[in-house]
């Protein structure tokens, strides 16, 4: 006997008839073919069965005449009922023999109509019939939903913004597509193993090294104990896929109960794939992000000065993984017994962004060893880009301080107002000016002293801006948290970096640069 029909003969067909001597020999017809069967007498007694029994019965053939109700109805009720599921239904009748009762019975669900005298093979081949067709249907069924799941699940993985919300979209859908247990597992730009697993996934870290994976995609069965990383239900196996793209990058992996699988494993191998395609972008984009943030680093100042009479202090972040490197930059300098403090911001977020923070910060501190004042200075670096770049603006604030009298002069270019606290209220300190850039009137320096224990706190906007707020929402929370200035400044533009800009990836880069007055 074929495979197939061996696979049908193994279902469980429910025998409905009021007939004990119809009953009895339709259910000897079909268990002889190998079918299990089970037996009702009445359509309420059919029905109360399938509820109670939902899952656990494939075909029901069902007499037409029934004491309590037609079997028109029963077969309705059971296409009909969400609990018992559209089971298919081979109708018998020994009664309703003309065109309009069998129209009716396959108008209200029958799947086919029998009528006696049945001969055992033609019952017994109608039966297996109407169950291939209900399987393929099935079938069919499936892997439509789990392709519509898997286009979901592969749009969600391509809009993750790191690897770890990559891997728990991954394993999410998976779970959505094949049910159960699942695990994602990839390794990281640094090489580090990454998974997302469980019931519902979550992230962890996990040694998996399996180096021998070639390039291109394969499905296999592996035993539970190799995937520790996840219980597994008893008896159950792991179709584990495997996708590579190239071969100087390890494999990604998906793992997901074996029962859950259909022959081919097309869904799975095309998750896989989606996944490792994902990852390697993700995995690109980290490499050449973490490589920008690396050269903006050198770019910046590493080492504060030692300055009698001055305590300084400064902290930078980069923006977070999912945004390119900025142009942030600050510069801490003494220049003839004066302190050169600069902070400022060219637009864009770029590697460009950052090359043109670097000339910047250059032009800044040669203008200064020339000696001018800090409006000088503003002017003549607003000339220097209005003639090498004139694509390009920025913001800055410039002061030089004498560190023994507290005298200051101050000049911007469109940058957010320093904050001086320590010297009675806290206040902006409002030196109004024009963005580099831009060919417009200056004004002149701010000129103020700076009080012995005054701290100055200067900083970039990724501190106070947010998309969904209004600056000042921003600024009015930076004076609230600067009312108090910690004794270590460290430690004050740590809490303001964590109060401020929050524990999230931010959207732009920090810079905060705090000096206090001894």
């Known amino acids: 006997m074929p495979a197939a029909t061996t696979a049908v003969n193994s279902a469980a067909i429910l025998v409905v008839d009021d007939s004990a001597t119809k009953r009895y020999l339709l259910v000897s017809w079909l268990s002889r073919a190998g079918f299990e069967v089970r037996e009702a007498e009445s359509g309420g007694a059919a029905l109360e069965y399938l509820a109670a029994h939902a899952g656990e019965v494939d075909l029901v053939v069902l007499d037409v005449k029934l004491p309590d109700m037609s079997g028109f109805e029963v077969c309705e009720r059971i296409k009909t009922d969400p609990v018992i599921g559209a089971l298919p239904v081979v109708h018998v009748s020994a009664h309703a023999v003309d065109v309009v009762d069998r129209t009716q019975g396959l108008n209200r669900g029958a799947d086919a109509y029998l009528v006696e005298p049945i001969e055992p093979d033609e019952l017994i081949a109608t039966a297996q019939a109407v169950l291939r067709y209900y399987r393929a249907r099935q079938r069919a069924e499936s892997l439509a939903e789990r392709m519509v799941r898997l286009a979901e ?20 859908g998976a779970h959505r597509i094949f049910g159960g247990p699942v695990v994602v597992l990839a390794e990281t730009s640094e090489g580090e193993c990454l998974a997302a697993a469980g019931d519902p996934p979550t992230m962890r870290a996990w040694s998996f090294h399996e180096r021998d994976v070639a390039v291109g995609s394969l499905v296999r069965t592996d035993d539970p104990a190799a995937w520790d990383v996840v219980d597994w239900p008893d008896g159950e196996t792991v179709a584990v896929a495997a996708a590579r793209l190239r071969p100087d990058r390890p494999a990604v992996f998906v793992g997901v109960p074996g029962s859950s699988q259909t022959p081919g494993f097309p869904v799975l191998r095309q998750l896989a794939q989606a996944v490792a395609a994902a990852v390697e972008a993700q995995r690109s984009y980290d490499e050449e992000h973490r490589i920008a943030v690396t050269l903006q680093r050198s770019l910046l100042q590493s080492r504060l000065p030692d300055v009698p009479g001055m305590h300084l202090a400064m902290r930078y972040e980069p923006a977070g993984a999912q945004t390119e490197v900025g142009g942030d930059f600050y510069e801490l300098t003494m220049l003839d017994g004066r302190l050169l403090v600069a902070i400022g911001d060219v637009a864009g977020h770029s590697l460009h962004a950052a090359t043109v923070m670097a000339e910047l910060r250059h032009a800044v501190r040669a203008y200064a060893v020339e000696g001018h004042p800090p409006g000088a200075v503003i002017r003549l670096v607003n000339r220097f880009m209005r003639t090498v770049l004139p694509e390009e603006s920025a913001t800055l604030c410039l002061l030089a301080i004498d560190p023994g009298s507290g005298s200051v002069r101050m000049a911007s270019a469109g940058h957010l107002p ?45 501190l106070v801006e947010r998309r969904d707020a209004d600056i000042d929402v921003g600024l009015d929370a930076l004076a609230k948290n600067a009312e108090r200035v910690d004794g270590d400044l460290d430690d004050f533009c740590q809490r303001l970096l964590v109060r401020l800009a929050g524990t999230e990836q931010q959207a732009d880069d920090v810079a905060i640069v705090a000096l206090r007055r001894a």
């Open 153 to 172: 699940t592969t749009l969600a993985i391509n809009s993750a913004s790191t690897l770890s919300a990559l891997l728990s979209a991954a394993a999410d």
């Open 418 to 462: 320093p904050l001086l606290s320590g010297a009675g209220p806290v206040r902006f300190l409002q030196a109004r000016g024009p963005l580099l850039g831009i060919n417009a009137e200056r004004p002149d320096d701010l000129e103020f002293v700076l009080p012995r224990g005054g701290t100055l706190v200067l900083y970039t906007d990724g």
